[in-house]
Nanobody, 114 residues
Framework: VQLQASGGGLVQPGGSLRLSCAASGFAFRLNVMGWYRQAPGKERELVARITSGGIPNYADSAKGRFTISRDNAKNTLYLQMNSLKPEDTAVYYC?????????WGKGTQVTVSS
């Protein structure tokens, strides 16, 4: 299993970013996928999750601002983040939850600052 997140960067408050996660080594289209984030000094937390059929689920902090999506033909997971706030600053991780363990990719840093 390989998960490679990209698309992070520095953005001003109110701005937008689109994260991507390229997946390989497993049947992407058959699996639930998720985005998590971890801010300095805090525990890793769920941002959003999407079923194999495309049904999303969001943390309260992401509702109305973030959109998770997937392209099963490209084995790619996305997170569109709008109206970003300084408290969204974190390392964002792509996640594959399996029955026996979770898989994580290297994260991508998102910094929201003026």
């Amino acid at each position: 299993v390989q998960l490679q997140a990209s698309g992070g960067g520095l953005v001003q408050p109110g701005g937008s970013l689109r994260l991507s996660c390229a997946a390989s080594g497993f049947a992407f289209r058959l699996n639930v996928m998720g985005w998590y984030r971890q801010a300095p000094g805090k525990e890793r937390e769920l941002v959003a999750r999407i079923t194999s059929g495309g049904i999303p689920n969001y943390a309260d902090s992401a509702k109305g601002r973030f959109t998770i999506s997937r392209d099963n033909a490209k084995n790619t997971l996305y997170l569109q983040m709008n109206s970003l706030k300084p408290e969204d600053t974190a390392v964002y991780y792509c996640n594959l939850p399996r029955y026996d363990r979770d898989y994580w990719g290297k994260g991508t840093q998102v910094t929201v600052s003026s």
